[in-house]
């Protein structure tokens, strides 16, 4: 039982580039979240999706876009990056209801050049 | 607004020590909070949640909705809770989760 498992790992882009994230779960959850970690920051949610073909921006959505076309599988865009966008990314699932914890995958750091 | 503060970003015990790292809230609602831990090279994960009152790895936490907050303490600090520590709410509809800037929590030998 893989959990949540996050795709690269690592990767370095140059400014104006374009890449995918993709958070795989295998939980049947519901929920599924992206944020994104700065130092100082914590955890702020980028956009995160409440079911099948549903997404929602959410703290810091600007420069993202994502996909939810199956339950198990939420995509997160970057169309041109940006050095500000050096981060590390978290995916995250969730049960649908109350009082349900976040699984968290690996994360993915990226670094803009 | 919805917020949850954690005025500390780090925090450095000895080991043996108490050790008590602090969370603030503002929810206008019912809150459901979260205590979620980071290890070194490990995955963010659960650590308690305040609706179980459970104590996991000798840690607790009291929600004390007067004060608005949900500090996370335990009696006798270890090395290996060294992490980094963050404070989380769930807002009403359980689909969105708030979290701190995080603690860094250092247990020195």
């Known amino acids: 039982n893989a959990g949540v498992t996050q795709t690269p790992k690592f990767r370095v882009l140059k400014t104006g580039q374009s890449m995918t994230l993709l958070c795989a779960q295998d939980?049947?959850?519901?929920?599924m979240y992206w944020y994104r970690q700065d130092p100082g920051m914590g955890l702020r949610l980028i956009h995160y999706?409440?079911?099948?073909?549903?997404?929602a921006k959410g703290e810091v959505p600007d420069g993202y876009n994502v996909s939810r076309l199956k339950k198990q599988n939420f995509l997160l865009g970057l169309e041109s990056a940006a050095p500000s966008q050096t981060s590390v990314y978290f995916c995250?699932?969730?049960?649908?209801?109350?009082?349900?914890?976040?699984?968290f995958g690996d994360g993915t750091r990226l670094s803009i050049l | 607004a919805q917020r949850v503060t954690q005025p500390e970003k780090l925090l450095s015990v000895f080991k043996g020590a108490p050790v008590e790292l602090k969370c603030n809230y503002s929810?206008?609602?019912?809150?459901?909070l979260f205590w979620y831990v980071q290890y070194s090279r490990q995955r963010l994960q659960l650590l308690l949640r305040?609706?179980s009152r459970e104590s996991i790895k000798g840690f607790t936490a009291d929600l004390n909705k007067g004060e608005t907050s949900f500090h996370l303490k335990k009696p006798f600090a270890q090395e290996e809770d060294s992490a980094m520590y963050y404070c989380?709410?769930?807002?009403?509809?359980?689909?969105?989760?708030?979290f701190g800037a995080g603690t860094r929590l250092f247990v020195k030998a």
């Open positions: 989380a709410l769930l807002n009403t509809g359980g689909f969105k989760t708030i």
């Open positions: 929810y206008s609602g019912s809150p459901e």
């Open positions: 939980m049947n959850h519901e929920y």
């Open positions: 999706s409440v079911g099948e073909g549903t997404t």
């Open positions: 305040h609706i």
């Open positions: 995250a699932s969730s049960r649908q209801g109350g009082n349900q914890p976040q699984h």
